[in-house]
């Protein structure tokens, strides 16, 4: 069936290390890939997107590569910064019985220190 | 506009005590949709609502019932709560059904039962 895998945490990191949050995906067909942020107390939020293979989402200084040969979708960010502790969520969406299925990563809790 | 909102934030109920989740979208989407998060999982899909008129099973529906009330409402109902229906709940809309929207969630509301 269709899944997500995505790194275990806690990852904790100083400010402005450089940060890769790894995804792999298992699905019939061709979904397009989300990562979602999700702040404490708060619902999520879409960080990015990529709809095809090779499309590469970027937003707020994070990236993601659709990488089809390898049913990856890794999230990078070159210097991150407190604000950015949150969990994050690799995600796949495909159309389903006429409804737009998404399926989650357990997520990946990040932990910037000063 | 106020995107996704739910009522209430917090909820407390004793086992067996019945209740339902409100959910509300301004932003004119046709599809809604009802997740819970428990730690470690990622969300997973309850029920949802592909068009006015029309729901439908998820992944872990039982337990739970809903309610496509308009096109803007869609809510969650616990006939009978049990302990294991302790989680965090979410609801999210989207414009369409195919795989490349975007699912906009709201804050969530954090149910215990006792």
């Known amino acids: 069936g269709d899944s997500v895998t995505q790194m275990e945490g806690p990852v904790t990191l100083s400010e402005e290390a450089f940060l890769t949050i790894n995804c792999t995906y298992t699905?019939?067909?061709?979904?397009?890939l989300f990562w979602y942020v999700q702040y404490p107390g708060e619902g999520l939020q879409l960080l990015l997107k990529a709809t095809k293979a090779d499309d590469k989402g970027s937003n707020k200084g994070f990236e993601a590569t659709y990488r089809k040969e390898t049913t990856s979708f890794h999230l990078e960010k070159g210097s991150v910064q407190v604000s950015d502790s949150a969990v994050y969520f690799c995600?796949?969406?495909?159309?389903?019985?006429?409804?737009?299925?998404?399926?989650f990563g357990a997520g990946t809790r990040l932990a910037v220190h000063p | 506009n106020a995107g996704v909102t739910q009522t209430p934030k917090f909820q407390v109920l004793k086992t067996g005590q019945s209740m339902t989740l409100q959910c509300a979208q301004d932003?004119?989407?046709?599809?809604m949709y009802w997740y819970r998060q428990d730690p470690g999982m990622g969300l997973r899909l309850i029920y949802y609502?592909?068009?006015?008129?029309?729901?439908d099973k998820g992944e872990v529906p039982n337990g739970y019932n809903v309610s496509r009330l308009n096109k803007r409402e869609f809510s969650l109902r616990l006939e009978s709560a049990a302990p294991s229906q302790t989680s965090v709940y979410f609801c999210?809309?989207?414009?369409?059904?195919?795989?490349?929207?975007?699912?906009?969630f709201g804050p969530g509301t954090r149910l215990t039962v006792t």
């Open positions: 999210a809309s989207t414009l369409g059904s195919g795989g490349t929207y975007e699912q906009y």
């Open positions: 609502s592909a068009s006015e008129g029309t729901t």
């Open positions: 932003m004119n989407h046709n599809s």
């Open positions: 699905a019939t067909g061709y979904p397009s």
């Open positions: 995600a796949l969406s495909l159309p389903r019985g006429g409804y737009n299925k998404l399926i």
